[in-house]
């Protein structure tokens, strides 16, 4: 007898629906950011790719928070009040009036970043000014990359406030497609302006400027593509000037303490590249590398559950019915962890077949590889802490706990300081002390990804534990169950991928520096094939009807 499906069971599939709409256009977007890394791993040295991922770090943690953390948990919740208690046109006003103070005053933040371009990069990257990490020259070029890129900003953010608009509004696809652009032109800047720069050295620029003058052409795509929907929706692009605002002091009040509670991986990402400039020549760029495929997780399932989720929960909390709201965050996270288990799996079990695949070709050799891979290893044990931290920080902000994610973000980060700080042996950024030799563990670059790693844990396990107290109960116990079941399927399929793989060598192997293309593709091809297949029967087996859901297979209960 065929029962229908339960109210909560139609609720996670149109969660799904919603979710798999972001993952679609955001897999084309990571899948051209694997492509714009491994474009800048080919095209350049290691002095080069370590510069640029410095001097885009600094203005791209700003970049992290507002793209895709404070401006959406702060603005959506309000916009969809708007919404729903005033007109479509007071509400669009409000939302032209936030872009507006938003453009004004990231543009002041630029110009600042600009001139103090060379302080910066010497507060972050001081051993960049040593003759062992580089040269005086490699100093010189993260300044100057620094201050090309500092006007991504404005742009960026823009598109996040459009990005926030479309979403509440229910527009999934194109927000999650538009960060596509900045790889596109990235990649296009890339290949295209590198062989004019190194012919016309009397220019001054190196080769790399390529990069950013991509970047900046890619951010500006960002907000341009969504300019169309936008104005179909009702949106006029006007500049809007009313400071006194409700709506507008609501999101400047959640936005202050949202840019710190949801500053966690993305400063935990930035003190790791800090520490990595005295590790030498390379680990910044294997570190910028590996967590690209953290990054396409987390893109994939986190970004795209959380950009679900968020309108469902606000609509819920405005109209006061708390328990539709708790319900929707807990099967947010079981259908997070029903996906981001086996990634973790996954990338622990192929991270060297993967890196090599992806990167090594051009200037990244298989030393390069098997450090990337290495690092890779460590980051995807924090795989379902980074995303979960995307799902439970902006909860706190649809129920006005602002406080909460703030303090647990400041313990993550103060954390990660000092785990990073033990497990290199390095010195303290700015101080110059080293650990007492009784306490460091002397890991390298491998010890960074680790401690930012067992951050991610210690953020999303206090963060849940905040949240069930304001909310009551999560499902806890139902989500450990989930949890065991999915675990045991997901080691199983690691299992087997690393078995298909020793196969695949001895029948395929693959050796030197740049092994054919398409050998390295057949071998991660059949060692994926086989997990994926395991996975699915096991699944079946132990009865997880998240997996069904989550690849779109839903499927009444008997």
Known sequence: MVAMPMPDASEARGLARSARAVSLATLISRILGLAREQTAAALFSRTQTDAFAIAFRIPNLLRDLFAEGAMSAAFVPTFTRELK??????AWAFAATVMTLLAILLSGVAVAGMILSPHLVGLFAEDFQRQGAGGPGKFALTVGLT???FPFLPMVALAAAAMGCLNARRRFFLPALAPAMFNVASIGCAWLLTPVLAAHPEW??????????GTLVGGLGQFLIQVPMLKREGLALMPRFDLLHPGVRKVAALMAPGTLGLAAVQLNIFISSVFATQEG????SWLGFSFRFMYLPIGLFGVAMASASLPQMASHHARGDLEAMKGTLARGLRLLMMVTVPATAGLLALSTPIIAAVYQHG???????????????????GLVFYASAKILVP???TLGKTAIPVAASVASVLANIL???IMTGARLPILGWRPPAALSFHLGFQGLALATAITAFLNAFLLYVLLARQMGSLETGTMCKGFARIGLASAGMAV???WTDRGMVAWLPVGGDHPKLWVQIARLGADMAAGLAFLALACRGLKLEEFWIAVGMGRRTS
């Open 395 to 397: 909860a706190f902000y």
């Open 496 to 498: 087997v991928c690393l």
């Open 419 to 421: 785990l990073s700080w």
């Open 85 to 90: 208690e005033k007109t479509a046109r007071e």
């Open 147 to 149: 201050r090309w890129m």
């Open 363 to 381: 200037r990244f050799t298989a030393y390069d590889t098997r450090m990337t891979a290495l690092a890779l290893q460590w980051y995807a044990s």
């Open 204 to 213: 001054g620029l190196d080769p790399v400027f390529s990069l950013a003058v």
């Open 281 to 284: 020549e390379g680990p910044v």
